[in-house]
């Protein structure tokens, strides 16, 4: 969802940096191909993860939700040399596609694919991470949290996407649906979660970027 006008998006994505062209051949594909490609992060939310993850310069990087791949490249962009990207999916009908364009990134040799349950994955995951992107189904967000958090090291950063979910965020929690009262209530415990510092990015869909104390 952007809540932008369109030609005030199209504006922002002409004054920033241009979008790869691989990642602009795996958009279309997605677009093309895939259910629900709006999923996918785009040209101006794949260059702030990019922006943010160089900024951070992590050495281990954990996503969770890979979908076609487009956030996995973006975040692997900022990585230290020897570092990696661990991004989990439940889709495995994607897996051809994911790989295809993972092997074509640059940091293709850093990124490790995992497929099947993310809260049966990441227990397994023996690393301290310095950067966490959840995008995933949002019923479990809070619970991908506190998997994560533990594992990531002070001073690390979690991102979490569609915290705004198309605004219906701002509903009366009776009229909420599921999903969207997950996301309610995920805002609502990072607001007063003291182990983080937090802010709510008003990027596309809505980015929650904390800092773990």
């Known amino acids: 969802m952007d809540f932008l006008p369109e030609d005030l998006t199209d504006y922002i994505e002409l004054h920033c940096e241009p979008e790869p062209e691989l990642l602009k ?6 677009y093309a191909k895939v259910l629900m490609p709006r999923m996918l992060s785009g040209h101006l939310q794949g260059r702030v993860l990019s922006l943010f993850s160089r900024m951070i310069r992590p050495r281990l990087i954990l996503e969770i939700g890979t979908f076609t791949g487009y956030s996995a490249i973006c975040l692997a962009e900022g990585l230290q040399p020897g570092g990696s990207l661990h991004t989990i999916d439940i889709n495995d009908e994607l897996a051809p596609m994911v790989r295809r364009y993972l092997s074509q990134s640059e940091k293709a040799d850093s990124i490790h694919c995992y497929w ?5 994955i990441i227990p397994g995951i023996d690393a301290e991470f310095d950067l966490v992107f959840i995008d995933a189904d949002k019923i479990n967000y809070q619970k991908y949290y506190e998997l ?3 594992k990531l ?5 979690i991102i979490a996407d569609n915290v705004l979910w198309s605004g219906k965020i701002l509903d ?3 009229k909420m649906d599921a999903d969207t009262l ?10 007063n979660d003291q182990r ?18």
């Open 153 to 157: 090291r002070v001073g690390g950063w």
């Open 148 to 150: 994560a958090l533990p």
């Open 116 to 120: 099947g349950n993310a809260l049966e």
């Open 196 to 213: 983080v510092k937090s802010v709510l990015v008003p990027v596309r869909d809505g980015l929650m970027v904390a800092q773990k104390r």
């Open 182 to 191: 997950a996301l309610y209530k995920f805002n609502d415990f990072l607001r």
């Open 25 to 30: 051949e795996l958009a279309r594909e997605t």
């Open 172 to 174: 009366k929690p009776i």
